[in-house]
């Protein structure tokens, strides 16, 4: 297995910046997913990590081996893209042979380790048919066994799952994150399905504008976001203007503590989630905006007494939807032991 370090990544095409000083490691085995929204620099940093672009200014190592001027194809890096990209004149079982083949792999060696790959993802009965005949959740199936079938020192994959219908990818996360976890071979995942990211990977880079916000966790990134950036594009999140005074945060309409989060003194924003808030007649009034009924889950649009409106979902159990309408003023509570602070 094989660490990633990139040390101070810049890439520039003329005058516009993609990516700006990106220093990060993906660790021997590790899966990393990079999120953030279109154009941030996602897919740069990927192609520069394969060897595709070169950076403007800084290094990249693979373990101690600088690999910054090593040509793509010296890179032994597996890829794979949302169009999987695979050869449509050659047989399942050929397209994942192609590449141990262009190794000088003995033939009998790698059609063994092709149809074990292929087993792995459940699609070896589907060896000899044409890959145009396979749905798409079959076709990246076979792309990312062919990426595997070289025995990569890295593996990435740049949105794989675009295209795919919801039902799909839910389970194909499940099922290749399995996969990965298995192989242990080091991972860079880039998406902005932030789902995806936090299902599948040990830790998650959140990139805006060429720039990193934040790795950590899922759940770090998610329970302590770094900044408000971070806090809107993971998950849903409510950000409510306060005043921080040691560990006690004036909301205006409530006075919350804050826990051991110690926050600066001063003007503040308090991040909560949309599960953080409870109806059971609690000292927060607000305005019913608008309901609606998901299934498991009720989703309201209200009104706080300083004119901020949030989102809350709360159990079916907790309100009846057509007992609601406009106006309707409710009560809530806060679970303040959820509530996370930035300046």
């Given at each position: 297995?094989?660490?990633?370090?990139?040390?101070?990544?810049?890439?520039?095409f003329?005058?516009?910046?993609?990516?700006?000083?990106?220093?990060?490691?993906?660790?021997?085995?590790?899966?990393?997913?990079?999120?953030?929204?279109?154009?941030?620099?996602?897919?740069?940093?990927?192609?520069?990590?394969?060897?595709?672009?070169?950076?403007?200014?800084?290094?990249?190592?693979?373990?101690?081996?600088?690999?910054?001027?090593?040509?793509?194809?010296?890179?032994?890096?597996?890829?794979?893209?949302?169009?999987?990209?695979?050869?449509?004149?050659?047989?399942?079982?050929?397209?994942?042979?192609?590449g141990?083949r262009?190794?000088?792999?003995?033939?009998?060696?790698?059609?063994?380790?092709?149809?074990?790959?292929?087993?792995?993802?459940?699609?070896?009965?589907?060896?000899?048919?044409?890959?145009?005949?396979?749905?798409?959740?079959?076709?990246q199936?076979?792309?990312?066994?062919?990426a595997?079938?070289?025995?990569?020192?890295?593996?990435?994959?740049?949105?794989?799952?675009?295209?795919?219908?919801?039902?799909?990818?839910?389970?194909?996360?499940?099922?290749?994150?399995?996969?990965?976890?298995?192989?242990?071979?080091?991972?860079?995942?880039?998406?902005?399905?932030?789902?995806?990211?936090m299902?599948?990977?040990?830790?998650?880079?959140?990139?805006?504008?060429?720039?990193?916000?934040?790795?950590?966790?899922?759940?770090t990134?998610?329970?302590?976001?770094?900044n408000?950036?971070?806090?809107?594009?993971?998950?849903?999140?409510?950000?409510?203007?306060?005043?921080?005074?040691?560990?006690?945060?004036?909301?205006?309409?409530?006075?919350?503590?804050?826990?051991?989060?110690?926050?600066?003194?001063?003007?503040?924003?308090?991040?909560?989630?949309?599960?953080?808030?409870t109806?059971?007649?609690?000292?927060?009034?607000?305005?019913?905006l608008?309901?609606?009924?998901?299934?498991?889950?009720?989703?309201?649009?209200?009104e706080?007494?300083?004119?901020?409106?949030?989102?809350?979902?709360?159990?079916?159990?907790?309100?009846?939807?057509?007992?609601?309408?406009?106006?309707?003023?409710i009560n809530?509570?806060?679970?303040?032991?959820?509530?996370h602070?930035?300046?």
């Amino acid at each position: 297995m094989t660490e990633v370090t990139l040390d101070g990544i810049t890439k520039r095409f003329g005058t516009e910046t993609a990516i700006e000083d990106i220093s990060l490691t993906v660790r021997e085995g590790e899966v990393l997913s990079i999120v953030g929204p279109s154009g941030c620099g996602k897919s740069t940093t990927l192609r520069t990590i394969a060897g595709f672009e070169e950076p403007t200014e800084g290094r990249i190592h693979f373990d101690d081996r600088d690999v910054t001027d090593v040509r793509a194809e010296e890179r032994n890096v597996g890829l794979v893209f949302q169009n999987y990209a695979l050869f449509k004149n050659m047989t399942v079982l050929e397209n994942v042979t192609f590449g141990p083949r262009m190794q000088g792999v003995p033939k009998e060696e790698r059609r063994a380790k092709a149809m074990e790959l292929l087993e792995l993802v459940g699609i070896d009965d589907l060896a000899d048919r044409d890959p145009s005949s396979l749905s798409g959740g079959q076709q990246q199936r076979v792309g990312l066994v062919r990426a595997l079938a070289i025995e990569p020192e890295i593996l990435l994959l740049d949105e794989p799952m675009t295209g795919l219908d919801a039902k799909l990818k839910k389970r194909l996360r499940r099922e290749i994150g399995k996969l990965l976890t298995d192989i242990g071979v080091t991972t860079l995942y880039v998406t902005h399905d932030q789902t995806q990211a936090m299902a599948m990977a040990d830790r998650v880079a959140v990139l805006n504008d060429g720039h990193i916000e934040q790795i950590g966790t899922p759940e770090t990134v998610y329970e302590q976001p770094a900044n408000q950036f971070v806090a809107n594009f993971i998950g849903t999140s409510n950000l409510l203007p306060a005043t921080a005074n040691g560990s006690t945060v004036d909301l205006g309409f409530t006075t919350i503590e804050a826990g051991g989060l110690s926050p600066t003194n001063g003007e503040v924003t308090v991040v909560t989630r949309p599960d953080d808030f409870t109806l059971n007649g609690g000292p927060i009034e607000a305005s019913v905006l608008d309901t609606f009924y998901i299934g498991g889950t009720v989703q309201m649009v209200v009104e706080l007494p300083d004119e901020n409106q949030i989102s809350l979902n709360v159990s079916p159990k907790e309100v009846d939807v057509s007992d609601l309408e406009p106006g309707d003023r409710i009560n809530l509570s806060l679970d303040a032991s959820n509530v996370h602070v930035v300046n």
